[in-house]
């Protein structure tokens, strides 16, 4: 095994054995199941085709709170209980380590997003009933690819924001709030709607459908995937920003 | 072997590592002490790479940690023993440690056995009393089978049995032809367990010599008393008194 391979893998042990990890990916599934079907169970056809998906993504956008808690705490712990230190006399090069860090982070909630999110989408379906959203159209699918992918970037935005703040009640005081913003649709409150509309949490939702560009009231400046470009540039900006701090500090 | 060149240390506030440069040796324990705040841990943190000095260099058999391949077969290192994920079980934290550098399953049992963690294999950190939290961070350092290790403060709040436990468990490793180093800012205890002293104070080094040699020179006074004398200039604050 390549030493990145051992490091990525040490690190998933660390993941699966707190039980954290279950208490907040559980919850995630619960709260997003759970929402799905009491939305689903009061929604009326008539509107647009796609209004079809809104229980799924509401569910889900609810349910992503719990889901970042998990990336953040599970980066925050390694500072806050101080294995930092091991894991830095552990695996000496902080690039790798961060690396690994990320990777098996990032593809626990990739694992958890897709299941939930396939759960969620089959619930609403057999509620819903005739009307519901085709999986043999393309939006249905491209909203769902882009469902995945908002819930996996964004967590793992968190998460490269809590190694650049080294803690977990620090990053989530900071994050949940512009989080809830979003989810409690005062982004689209005119006066900040032109920069708010760009916050990682919003630039996902004309792909799932949640908004569309052009609508007088909630619009975008930008189409489906010209938004989850803008969530990999966030993305990639805290990555780069987790990594430097990450080399600069001392542990 | 451990080799400390010229190691410095500054923060915004001040100096906590001042040029200190000291050897050491194989097959002995040595002791290295000084009062809280003189610049042990600090030191520690450079050798394993975990803070980066601002002059000079630490070497461990001739090279810096960072180019350590696999460095816990190298070096093992106990911190804080309480630096533990509180919902982890022991065997867990020593899995994690062993995946990343490539040790098997049967290294895991084997350090759990010699510590006689075995038992207490599956109980989560939090459960674990304070000296069982030692033995672990002990089985740690173990895990790789290293030729060096650095204990820092490891008798801290242990009781009589664990600081013996300690003692004997430092004498036996270097007995085996080892680098152990072991912090503590408690004299008598060093004169119990180091074969050799390094003394520093301030982030000075204030003495490099056998063990015996300090006990000897300060025949027939409170050991406790004459390292006192040694470090007395160099404590930062002392409860009571003018400084």
New interface residues.
């Given amino acids: 095994?390549s030493a990145f391979a051992?490091?990525a893998?040490?690190?998933w042990?660390?993941i699966r054995?707190?039980?954290?990890t279950v208490v907040t990916l559980g919850l995630f599934a619960v709260v997003a199941v759970g929402l799905s079907w009491l939305i689903a169970r009061g929604f009326s056809p008539g509107g647009p085709e796609t209004d079809a998906v809104l229980p799924v993504f509401f569910a889900l956008l609810t349910g992503q709170l719990v889901l970042v808690t998990f990336a953040v705490a599970t980066v925050g712990?390694e500072f806050s209980?101080?294995?930092i230190?091991?894991?830095?006399?552990?695996?000496?090069?902080r690039g790798r380590l961060y690396a690994a860090k990320m990777t098996a982070v990032g593809l626990t909630i990739a694992a958890a997003a897709l299941v939930v999110e396939a759960a969620v989408f089959g619930l609403v379906r057999l509620v819903i009933g005739d009307g519901a959203a085709p999986l043999d159209e393309w939006w249905t699918i491209q909203a769902l690819l882009g469902g995945w992918i908002h819930l996996t970037l964004l967590s793992v935005f968190t998460a490269a924001v809590a190694v650049m703040l080294r803690s977990t009640v620090l990053t989530l005081s900071i994050l949940l709030p512009v989080l809830f913003l979003g989810s409690q649709g005062l982004g689209n409150i005119d006066t900040i709607r032109p920069v708010a509309q760009y916050l990682p949490d919003q630039v996902g939702m004309v792909i799932m459908h949640l908004t569309v560009p052009g609508d007088p009231r909630f619009g975008r400046d930008y189409g489906p995937w010209e938004g989850i470009a803008i969530l990999v540039l966030w993305t990639a900006a805290a990555l780069i920003g987790g990594w430097i701090a990450m080399r600069r500090r001392?542990? | 072997m451990i080799e400390v060149h010229n190691l410095t240390k500054r923060y915004r506030g001040g100096t906590a590592v001042d040029d200190l440069t000291f050897t050491v040796e194989p097959g002995r324990v040595t002791g290295f002490l000084g009062p809280n705040g003189a610049g042990k841990s600090t030191t520690i943190?450079m050798i394993?790479?975990?803070?980066?000095p601002t002059a000079g260099t630490a070497l461990i058999g001739g090279k810096p940690?960072?180019a350590?391949h696999r460095?816990?077969t190298a070096?093992g290192?106990l911190?804080?023993a309480?630096?533990?994920?509180?919902?982890?079980?022991a065997r867990?934290?020593l899995?994690?440690?062993a995946?990343?550098?490539?040790l098997g399953e049967r290294r895991i049992a084997e350090v759990l056995e010699e510590t006689g963690m075995s038992a207490a294999a599956s109980k989560?950190a939090h459960t674990l009393s304070l000296g069982m939290k030692q033995r672990l961070g002990v089985a740690?350092a173990l895990l790789g089978d290293p030729e060096v290790l650095i204990l820092d403060e490891p008798v801290n709040g242990l009781d009589p049995e664990g600081v013996i436990w300690i003692r004997n468990l430092a004498k036996r490793l270097a007995g085996e032809g080892r680098t152990v180093l072991v912090s503590s800012h408690l004299m008598s205890e060093m004169a119990l367990t180091a074969a050799h002293l390094v003394v520093i104070g301030r982030g000075r080094l204030l003495a490099d010599l056998p063990t015996e040699e300090f006990v000897s020179a300060n025949d027939g006074s409170n050991l406790e008393e004459a390292f006192m004398r040694l470090t007395g200039a160099s404590v930062e604050f002392r409860s009571g008194g003018p400084r």
């Fill in positions: 095994m051992q490091a893998s040490a690190e042990v660390k054995s707190v039980r954290s712990s209980t101080g294995t230190r091991a894991s830095l006399a552990a695996v000496p090069s001392d542990a | 943190r394993l790479g975990l803070d980066r940690y960072s350590l460095p816990l070096v290192a911190l804080e309480s630096a533990l994920h509180p919902t982890r079980t867990e934290h899995r994690w440690l995946r990343s550098n490539g989560r740690a």
